[in-house]
């Protein structure tokens, strides 16, 4: 299991909030979002509506409405982190911890233009907030016994006067763990350290600056779907920003840096395993691999009594290598190879958005993203390689993408709403889609090849988002019907001969994707509720094929429980059989379906003291998870105890 899923200390209210409110009959901006706040049950990824790739039990890819990687835009408080591995083992989300971050927000209607323009949209973690309160503290410590999963914490907090700080840190160690049935899952075990620290001070009552860092250590992370395990995966964000009012209009701006390095290689693994694998057969093959980001976003708005408009600039530049050494099970012969070669892409976007309250019950939105980026190989003898392989010489080139998303909100009372929407979000190519070489794709088996020439890929959607409250009931559903036009994929294969496969990337088929989920909590008395979700993806390439890795129909049926000291969620899950795979694209198995039983207790006995227990897959039920790579089998019975001790010092 992944960070996001397997954390007991944060669970999810989802949220549709107000896009607009008034104060004083001066409207405040807000963005429609589900919120995943602090709190002390249930799942991150899963109550928000998201599904994980899953490599091992840590570093899972975040998929939303049957997208993952480049077409969703992930940020920690607004700035951008790019994973460097060319294999996806570091995804962004891999280097925060949950347990460090007070928040997930994203858009319901997957079309944010604030960070980026995929179709997917932009998540954001916002991490822990310094508090202007007493010196307190937060200690804990967690024990699973499958895998031995060790987990401890600490969190502080102080203020002086009109500044606060906090520091917390997070430390994981794991084995391997067994699976449903008692088998041993080998190379999956990991070690994981997270530290968050953040200062802020106002300056006066309408100007605050806040200086954020946070820092991750990952070693010895195994993944038994990879050829190779990580070694070292190392992460560091820092960014300092201000809040305030120039004349009085408020102004945000936020200036930062964020690199990664991220070290992987196949010394654990067998000489057999080595000799029998179809990519790279024989030799060992170490990997290094860095990116490096420095980003600024600032914004101001403009506001009457009916209307805001909001004009913000969102520049970022990002250098990335990676490369492999490789050496023959003999020793005798060496060899190094460039898999990304110096890449810079320099990127600014100018973002105007207004909204308008049309009727005292009807919001109008519209938004638009305009991004211009530059983009470069400084590596020349990597640059003649990789266009002699995928047939481009369209190494430098400036690019422009237009965006653009407008929606309605109609408030039928002050608990309930339907919003509406059209947008077109246009993305540029990833730096490995562009200018990758021999990347592998385990899944499939397949070996990819970056291509300069593709064209930005153009997504069009229309969604809908209903929230209703009736007495004790609460209700939300959303639709979504979406088009992803010169969908970047691995279409074309190369005349190269070699072991595995050796596929371009190119602009494909139209990619289409439909997806409905549904939220229904019954609140039965003053202490029980209870409460189901049902969620749907498909998405194909027209006749040509069905898209990979699409989470199947899953549905889950909960009660929690409420008392003064005493709090109790049940959870049966059951996930359908998965049919409709890829064949042609990228070739995986159907999946059964299967059932999971979770149950998450957490006592307060005393003042300060926390006691908590997550048992989840309690029948230890043997199970392949669709979204899993290679078909890994998920943990079986997991049964997690942890001591929370939070004193005020």
Request: hydrophobic share 40%; charged share 20%.
């Amino acid at each position: 299991m992944s960070l996001l899923i397997t954390m007991i200390t944060l669970g999810i209210s989802v949220i549709p909030q107000a896009d607009t409110v008034r104060t004083d009959g001066i409207p405040v901006r807000e963005v429609s979002e589900v919120v995943v706040e602090a709190s002390p049950l249930d799942d991150m990824a899963r109550r928000a509506g998201l599904v994980e790739v899953q490599r091992g039990r840590t570093a899972a890819t975040i998929v939303r409405d049957g997208v993952t990687d480049g077409r969703i835009t992930t940020t920690i408080n607004g700035m951008k982190i790019t994973a460097a591995c060319v294999d996806h083992m570091d995804p962004t989300s891999s280097y925060v911890e949950p347990e460090n971050v007070d928040r997930l927000a994203y858009d319901v209607s997957s079309s944010d233009l604030t960070y980026g323009s995929g179709a997917g949209g932009t998540m954001n973690f916002s991490l822990l907030q310094p508090r202007h309160a007493r010196t307190m503290a937060d200690v804990g410590f967690w024990y699973d016994p499958n895998g031995s999963a060790v987990r401890s914490r600490l969190d502080i907090n102080t203020s002086v006067d009109a500044s606060a700080i906090r520091v917390a840190w997070v430390r994981r160690r794991a084995s391997d763990y067994t699976a449903g049935g008692g088998v041993d899952v080998a190379h999956s075990g990991y070690a994981h350290d997270n530290v968050v620290a953040a200062v802020t001070t106002d300056l006066d009552k309408d100007q605050r600056i806040t200086i954020r860092f946070l820092g991750n250590l990952a070693t010895d992370v195994g993944f038994p779907s990879m050829l190779m395990d990580t070694r070292r995966a190392q992460a560091g964000v820092i960014g300092v920003e201000w809040q305030g009012a120039i004349k009085g209009l408020p102004v945000h701006t936020r200036l930062y840096s964020s690199w990664v390095q991220h070290i992987m290689d196949d010394l654990s693994r067998s000489h057999e395993e080595i000799r029998n694998r179809l990519f790279m057969p024989n030799m060992t093959m170490p990997m290094s691999a860095s990116t490096r980001t420095v980003g600024l976003y600032s914004s101001v708005e403009f506001s009457d009594e009916t209307s805001i408009l909001l004009l913000a600039v969102d520049a970022t530049s990002l250098f990335a290598r990676a490369s492999m050494n490789m050496t023959t099970l003999d020793g005798e012969s060496t060899a190094s190879m460039t898999n990304v070669g110096d890449v810079l892409l320099s990127s600014a976007a100018f973002i105007p958005s207004y909204d308008v309250m049309l009727t005292d019950d009807v919001l109008w939105r519209t938004t638009a993203r305009i991004d211009v980026m530059d983009r470069r190989l400084l590596d020349d003898s990597f640059a003649s390689m990789l266009s002699a392989a995928a047939g481009s010489s369209h190494t430098q080139a400036l690019r422009m993408a237009i965006s653009a998303d407008s929606r309605l909100r109609f408030t039928t009372s002050t608990t309930s709403s339907v919003s509406v929407g059209l947008s077109r979000a246009e993305r540029f190519p990833t730096h490995l889609e562009a200018f990758g070489f021999w990347m592998y794709e385990p899944n499939s088996n397949i070996i990819l090849v970056g291509n300069p020439s593709l064209q930005n890929e153009v997504s069009y959607a229309c969604d809908m988002f209903l929230s209703l409250h009736v007495s004790t009931i609460t209700m939300s559903a959303r639709l979504l019907y979406g088009e992803i036009h010169f969908a970047i994929a691995p279409w074309k294969t190369l005349g190269i001969e070699n072991t595995a496969a050796v596929r371009n990337y190119v602009n494909g088929p139209t990619l289409q994707r439909f997806v409905t989920d549904v939220q229904v909590n019954a609140k039965l008395n003053e202490r029980i509720s209870i409460g189901t979700t049902i969620s749907y993806v498909r998405a194909w390439y027209g006749q040509t094929d069905n898209a990979a890795l699409i989470p199947p129909r899953t549905s889950t049926v909960y009660t929690n429980v409420q008392f003064t000291a005493f709090t109790a969620r049940c959870a049966v899950r059951y996930v359908e059989a998965q049919n409709h795979i890829s064949t042609v694209l990228q070739p995986e198995n159907r999946t059964a379906s299967y059932v999971t039983f979770d149950v998450n207790l957490l006592w307060h006995p005393v003042d300060g003291i926390d006691i908590l227990f997550d048992g989840r897959n309690l029948a230890d039920r043997r199970y392949v998870d669709h979204l899993s790579i290679r078909d890994v089998v998920a943990p079986g019975r997991s049964l997690t105890l942890g001591l929370r001790w939070s004193p005020t010092l």
